[in-house]
């Protein structure tokens, strides 16, 4: 039996009243003070650990910003992707690097062409190579650029004046004729040539210089002629034909130096991205994070799906810049809050950078309209001489009796169907000749490659399993 004890309970800041407690009551209030006590203990434990873990999140937030912000930094520095093939001696960097010092060093002169596809490295090579022999030889060397796009064969030599003036402050004139600006030219290469200072000249699209009388390109290799000169003549273009383009007198002075720039192959791709992707260990970021970034990276290079998402990018193109706006892409389409790059992001950036206006046509095309394209693929694979809506149509009636399709349609609707195709683009006439003459009989080619036509057709929502099948059998 419990004592009785008396007491008083306070109700509000005003009123009291006497009460009876009983010690199991006061023993039940002393068991409800603790409660809450533990449970402002774990609520406070909890925000604790909420707020570590949002301090975790941030700081792994602000590890992801920094990965992607030195790898967007490498992406756009050029002088950092081709440093990966500038190592081996055979390299098209060693030989115009080797080209161009000999003329410093040697007192000599040169000329080379760089050809090869837009994209391939040509100009960034250039400037690498540029760049480091004016930090050996800072005083020994003056760059003189020229584009063919902008400076016509009348103007060159007044461009290459301003720039010479510019480079060892003298005064230019504007007034000077063509004539004045050659001698004023030819008199740089002889002084330059005495004070061993060589001139680089680089002239980006090459070809486009070749026009005309090349009156400048005659007076540039002519001077170079001379004892007392020292110049290097660099042309860019994309032409591998450029050197064919000159004159008897001016190829007569060219040296025939040429270095050809290809795409790089799959093995190449390969150490490339991984040279641009992988974070390094001087980076400012932690090691744990680096470690873990790296080990996913190369899990996903090794993945097959990765090898299938490069090969159908260097499908259409697998130049270097090509390659570099898709993994920029890919990057940008990485999530701040993971450790590392994913499959994903490189799915998604895959149709971002490679978009196919002839695949985006065929998603439109009616049935009909992918037969004729099919008929004309295979009438290209079997090389005839001329192709016309006349020779579609047998081919189609061809397919129609093999295999006994559903789909066939009179003629005057399929000519409809062939006029559709003729305004989409897709195909088109091969000439100009024959415009009086009826629409099916003109020759006409087909304007998408069979890989394209085949892609078309696999994403088209109607297309029939037979197309599938016959375009399998040409592929």
């Known amino acids: 039996m419990w004592p009785r004890v008396t007491g008083c309970v306070t109700l509000d800041h005003t009123t009291t009243r006497p009460a009876s407690l009983n010690f199991p009551a006061i023993f039940h209030l002393h068991l409800i003070n603790q409660s809450n006590s533990f449970f402002f203990f774990t609520r406070s434990i909890r925000r604790e ?63 080379v062409l760089l050809l090869g596809p837009r994209g391939c490295g040509k100009i960034a090579v250039l400037e690498i190579v540029l760049e480091e022999l004016l930090k050996e030889h800072p005083a020994m060397i003056s760059v003189i650029k020229l584009n063919g796009l902008l400076h016509s064969d009348n103007n060159c030599a007044l461009k290459i004046a301003r720039q010479l003036c510019l480079e060892h402050q003298l005064l230019f004139s ?20 005495l004070a061993h200072k060589t001139i680089v000249f680089v002239l980006e699209e090459f070809d486009l210089f070749t026009q005309g009388k090349q009156r400048l390109l005659y007076s540039l290799l002519d ?5 007392t000169s020292q110049a290097v003549v660099v042309g860019v273009s994309c032409r591998l034909d450029a050197d064919q383009l000159l004159e008897k007198r001016v190829r007569s002075r060219f ?44 899990n996903i290079l090794a993945d097959e799906k990765f090898n299938g998402i490069i090969d159908t990018l260097c499908y259409s193109d697998s130049t270097v810049s ?30 971002s950078i490679q978009r196919q206006p002839k695949l985006e046509a065929l998603k439109d095309c009616s049935t009909l309209e992918l037969y004729i394209l099919v008929c004309m693929k295979r009438l290209e694979v079997k090389e005839l001489e001329m192709c016309n809506f006349s020779s579609i149509m047998k081919e189609y009636k061809s397919i129609h009796d093999t295999f006994q ?71």
Not at 453 to 463: E, F, R, T, V, Y
Request: proline content about 4%; charged content about 20%; aromatic content about 8%.
């Open 405 to 475: 399709t559903s789909d066939y349609y009179a003629r005057n609707v399929c000519l409809r169907a062939f006029e559709h195709l003729l305004e989409r683009s897709l195909i088109s006439f091969e000439d100009n000749r024959g415009q009086g003459r009826s629409t099916e009989f003109r020759p006409v080619k087909l304007l998408i490659s069979g890989h394209e036509l085949h892609q078309g057709l696999k994403s088209h929502s109607s297309c029939p399993a037979m197309l599938h099948k016959l375009m399998d059998r040409e592929c």
């Open 49 to 111: 650990i909420e707020a570590k873990s949002e301090e975790e999140a941030m700081g792994l937030e602000n590890q992801a910003e920094l990965a992607k912000t030195i790898i967007r930094s490498r992406i756009s520095n050029p002088s950092f992707i081709y440093s990966v093939f500038s190592q081996s001696p055979d390299s098209n960097y060693s030989k115009l690097k080797y080209i161009i010092s000999s003329s410093v060093t040697e007192a000599c002169n040169n000329s």
């Open 255 to 298: 040296s025939h130096r040429k270095l050809l720039f290809l795409p790089p192959s799959g093995q190449d791709l390969k150490r490339l991205v991984e040279h641009i992707l992988l974070l390094p260990a001087d980076s400012g970021i932690p090691n744990e994070y680096i470690a873990a970034f790296n080990s996913k990276l190369l």
């Open 223 to 227: 001077a170079m002629q001379s004892v």
């Open 322 to 351: 090509h390659l570099s706006k898709f993994l920029f892409s890919a990057v940008c389409h990485m999530d701040l809050n993971s450790d590392s790059l994913s499959l994903e992001n490189f799915k998604l950036a895959l149709p």
């Open 174 to 193: 504007k007034m000077a004729s063509f004539d004045d600006n050659s001698q004023f030219l030819l008199s740089m290469l002889r002084e330059c040539g």
